[in-house]
Nanobody, 121 residues
């Protein structure tokens, strides 16, 4: 089994910064795509940023230029640096990863438990 554990959420004023981290642990053979999603109150869950194993990234338009996603393959870790935060960034942020356990050896999509990010105006 594979677990994703997030850390780094909290309360920040508009214009501030937060850094989210997520570590995949357990019976891991390989971790491929990793990323961050968020769900704001009353809204659908959306992809915020994704990063492939080779480091290529993609972002939703509303965070481009403010958020940066990165990863450390040796640590099975993905990080989301969030700068210039806005009240509309308030949401529960979820880590997501495609991981292959040692057994059975096929890729499965996993989710973290979520971490709250609140941006006050």
């Amino acid at each position: 089994q594979v677990q994703l554990v997030e850390s780094g959420g909290g309360l920040v004023q508009a214009g501030g910064s937060l850094r989210l981290s997520c570590v995949a642990s357990g019976n891991i053979f390989r971790v491929d795509a990793m990323g961050w999603y968020r769900r704001a109150p009353g809204k659908e869950r959306e992809l915020v940023a994704g990063i492939a194993r080779d480091g290529s990234t993609n972002y939703t338009d509303s965070v481009k230029g403010r958020f940066t996603v990165s990863r450390d393959n040796a640590k099975n870790m993905v990080t989301l640096q969030m700068n210039d935060l806005k009240p509309e960034d308030t949401a529960v942020y979820y880590c997501n990863a495609d991981a292959t356990p040692h057994f059975p050896r096929w890729s499965v999509n996993y989710w973290g438990q979520g971490t709250q990010v609140t941006v006050s105006s």
